[in-house]
T-cell receptor, first 114, second 113 residues
Framework: AQSVTQLDSQVPVFEEAPVELRCNYS??????LFWYVQYPNQGLQLLLKYLSGSTLVKGINGFEAEFNKSQTSFHLRKPSVHISDTAEYFC????????????FGKGTKLSVKP | DADVTQTPRNRITKTGKRIMLECSQT?????MYWYRQDPGLGLRLIYYSFDVKDINKGEISDGYSVSRQAQAKFSLSLESAIPNQTALYFCATSGLAGWNEQFFGPGTRLTVL
């Protein structure tokens, strides 16, 4: 079955430290990969997406992610986090090509401490 | 003005009551979705629609129904609410292709007592 696994449910980190949020997906020939962020009491908004081409994609707010086909992973990274990055982050995968719907991971809560 | 709006934003109701959650969008998108979010479970797809005449069940459609009244409007109904349906509900829209970004509304927090 198609699935998305976010390996950490909570990640505490100090301000200005680097962070990596991990995401693995079940293997498929054609996938589109997304990271969304949900700030407290808000809906989700897109951070970045991978459709094709360069395996390193850059998004908003200094985040980036690397697509690794052999590892079926799409980990999210930021070299230096801010208090304002405190939020819940969702990895999502579209498996069905142009007709696919998103399957979301269960989310990782990033807590940035001063 | 927000591109995707949801009403109400909060609702408390009792077991057995019929509830309707409404979603409107001004993005001109064809695809619309309803998700529910539960702590620790992420977002799960309830229903989705490609256009006014196309409605599809998602992962967890039991106990829910939807209506696509127009391209811009997509409503979710709970015919007889149960406490297990207490959750945060999101509407989203996107272009037709699977690689399109989804745009989310602010959510409706529903509590069923």
């Amino acid at each position: 079955a198609q699935s998305v696994t976010q390996l950490d449910s909570q990640v505490p980190v100090f301000e200005e430290a680097p962070v990596e949020l991990r995401c693995n997906y079940s293997s498929s020939v054609s996938v589109y990969l997304f990271w969304y962020v949900q700030y407290p009491n808000q809906g989700l908004q897109l951070l970045l997406k991978y459709l094709s081409g360069s395996t390193l994609v850059k998004g908003i707010n200094g985040f980036e992610a690397e697509f690794n086909k052999s590892q079926t992973s799409f980990h999210l990274r930021k070299p230096s986090v801010h208090i304002s990055d405190t939020a819940e982050y969702f990895c999502a995968v579209s498996y069905g090509g142009s007709q696919g719907n998103l399957i979301f991971g269960k989310g990782t809560k990033l807590s940035v401490k001063p | 003005d927000a591109d995707v709006t949801q009403t109400p934003r909060n609702r408390i109701t009792k077991t057995g009551k019929r509830i309707m959650l409404e979603c409107s969008q001004t993005k001109g998108h064809d695809r619309m979705y309803w998700y529910r979010q539960d702590p620790g479970l992420g977002l799960r797809l309830i229903y989705y629609s490609f256009d006014v005449k196309d409605i599809n069940k998602g992962e967890i459609s039991d106990g829910y129904s939807v209506s696509r009244q127009a391209q811009a409007k997509f409503s979710l109904s709970l015919e007889s609410a149960i406490p297990n349906q207490t959750a945060l509900y999101f509407c989203a829209t996107s272009g037709l292709a699977g690689w399109n970004e989804q745009f989310f509304g602010p959510g409706t927090r529903l509590t069923v007592l």
